[in-house]
C-alpha cells in the first residue's frame, strides 16, 4: 500500500501497482473502533481480506489448515447396506391371478405369462400387448 486518501464517505487506497481500491470510511471507522487499532492497520487488514495484497503468515497459516481439513474431508463413513424387502404372502391375490389366467387361455391368447404370482400378468391377443396389474385398496380409516 503506497497511500491512502480520506474522500467522504470512501477512503481511496493505492496499491504498489497504482491500482486505486476503494473503502467504506464507515467500515474503516467500525473497525478501528472495534479493534483498537489505528488506520492503517485496518486498511491493511481490508487489502488483506480481500485479496489485494498477500500476508505471509496467513499464507503459511491457511497452508497448513487445508492439509489437516483434506484429511478430515477425505474420512469415508460406512454406508449403510438396505434391507433387503421381504413381500408378505397374499393367497386372496394369487386365487385371484390364478383365476384370471386360467379364464383368459380359454381365449385365443399367445405368451401368457404371470410375472408376479400375486400382483401381474402379461399376455398377446390379436397381435397387441396387455397387462392385468391387481391392486388391493386399503381399508379405509374409521373416522
Partial sequence: MKEYKVNGKVIEITLDNDKVVKCSTEWVEKSMKALNTDIEDVLLMFLEDNDYIVNEEQEELDKQAKGKVKLVANSEKPKKTPKERVQKENPTKELIIQTIANALQSLDITDLNIENKAK????????????VDLVQKRKEKAK
Avoid: G, H, V
Fill in 120 to 131: 401381474l400378468i402379461t399376455f398377446n391377443y390379436n397381435n397387441e400387448s396387455f397387462k
